[in-house]
């Protein structure tokens, strides 16, 4: 099974996006979303949000309506931590840990608090995803079925 880790500010939504006149408070921008959804078209991947939008019931609902539907979430290990105490990567890593049938992940994410070997695509919050970014994602992902075809 192929994961996206998916973040949404900074992903799915940008300062460009909002400073067309658009809210980002669960809010997506179609360009991106459209890049995202991209991703999983070519790729089959499932989704699991590790989002800040994961704690909140009005978010998740709003990602499955504006940008795709998602198989789980990431565990929350901050609350009640420290900013940086936890790093998102430990969060990615415990489900990783409890999912031994994933054979690749990617994820993608504007912030960089992952573990050194994972595999993070890094966007940023001004622009979001971007053509190159999506590409890249793609590649990953697919790269062991072009390995094996």
């Avoid at 921008?29 to 991947?45: S, W």
């Avoid at 430990?90 to 690749?104: F, G, I, K, M, T």
Wanted: proline residues 3%; contains cysteine; aromatic residues 10%.
């Amino acid at each position: 099974m192929k994961v996206l880790f998916l973040d949404i500010d900074g992903v799915c939504n940008s300062r460009k996006f909002a400073e067309a006149g658009n809210s980002l408070w669960n809010n997506t921008d179609p360009a991106a979303v459209k890049l995202v959804r991209r991703i999983i078209d070519e790729t089959k991947c499932s989704v699991v949000l590790s989002s800040t939008w994961r704690m909140y019931p009005d978010s998740r609902k709003a990602v499955k309506e504006q940008v795709c539907d998602y198989i789980d979430c990431t565990i929350d290990m901050q609350r009640g931590a420290k900013r940086n105490v936890v790093d998102r990567g430990y969060e990615v890593q415990e489900w990783l840990d409890r999912h031994p049938e994933v054979s690749a992940y990617a994820i993608l994410d504007d912030d960089a608090d992952f573990l050194p070997h994972q595999w993070l695509f890094k966007t940023n919050f001004n622009d979001g995803i971007t053509e190159e970014i999506a590409q890249a994602v793609i590649d990953h992902l697919n790269a062991g079925e072009r390995a094996y075809a």
